[in-house]
């Protein structure tokens, strides 16, 4: 059964860049769609965008300018990069998996990151 | 603020049948995207139960079940049970925001 597992930095210092990376095992990372969405405290859950194993990207326009994610198949792994964050941009991150880009089946634990001023 | 607009909170006894709405517009739900409903329990990543408005992926009860009519979408647990309390989230595609939106969530409470 395949596993997501978010890491990175959990505390990010405000105008920096946020850098999460997930790790996906038990499965492959071909054929799927790899997303990232987060959960900001006390708001509502967040598409930021996601990365097909082919490559190709797509994101949220509200975040586009800011945002780049990546996938690293011979690692079994993708990315986010997230440029310029605000107190705005604290909040749980999680990876997930979708067979179509539409919706997000499995996703992983989430970890908080929290900027700091 | 979401495009999607779900009730914070819905509750019931045991055994009874609840049911989440989730009212969109035409650029959404309406146009019509496909709806899919999430559960999270506390402290736990989301759990997809509903795909392509109505479908349940492998291992979900059937007490779960999703419908979608015109701008709205619902979705209905029948035979509550304790493990049932969580919170709930729709989510479809807004091709005004070209942006893939989540609900607002519906914290379900079992008397």
């Known amino acids: 059964q395949v596993q997501l597992q978010e890491s990175g930095p959990g505390l990010v210092k405000a105008s920096e860049t946020l850098s999460l990376t997930c790790t996906v095992s038990g499965g492959s990372i071909s054929n799927y769609y790899w997303s990232w969405i987060r959960h900001p405290p006390g708001k509502g859950l967040e598409w930021i965008g996601y990365v097909y194993y082919s490559g190709s990207t797509n994101s949220n326009p509200s975040l586009k300018s800011r945002v780049t994610i990546s996938v690293l198949t011979s690692k079994n792994q993708f990315s986010l990069k997230l440029s310029s964050v605000t107190a705005a941009d604290t909040a749980v991150y999680y990876c997930?998996?979708?067979?179509?880009?539409?919706?997000?089946?499995?996703w992983g634990q989430g970890t908080l990151v929290t900027v700091s001023s | 603020q979401s495009v999607l607009t779900q009730p914070p909170s819905v509750s019931g006894a045991p055994g009874q049948r609840v049911t989440i709405s989730c009212t969109g517009s035409s650029s959404n739900i309406g146009a019509p995207y496909d709806v899919q409903w999430y559960q999270q329990l506390p402290g736990a990543a989301p759990k997809l139960l509903i795909y392509?408005?109505?479908d349940r992926p492998s291992g979900v009860p059937d007490r779960f079940s999703g419908s979608k009519s015109g701008t709205s979408a619902s979705l209905a647990i029948s035979g509550l049970q304790a493990e049932d309390e969580a919170d709930y989230y729709c989510?479809?595609?807004?091709?005004?925001?070209?942006?893939?939106?989540f609900g607002t969530g519906t914290r379900v409470t079992v008397l």
């Open positions: 997930a998996r979708g067979y179509s880009s539409s919706w997000f089946n499995t």
């Open positions: 392509g408005d109505t």
């Open positions: 989510q479809s595609y807004d091709s005004s925001l070209s942006a893939y939106v």
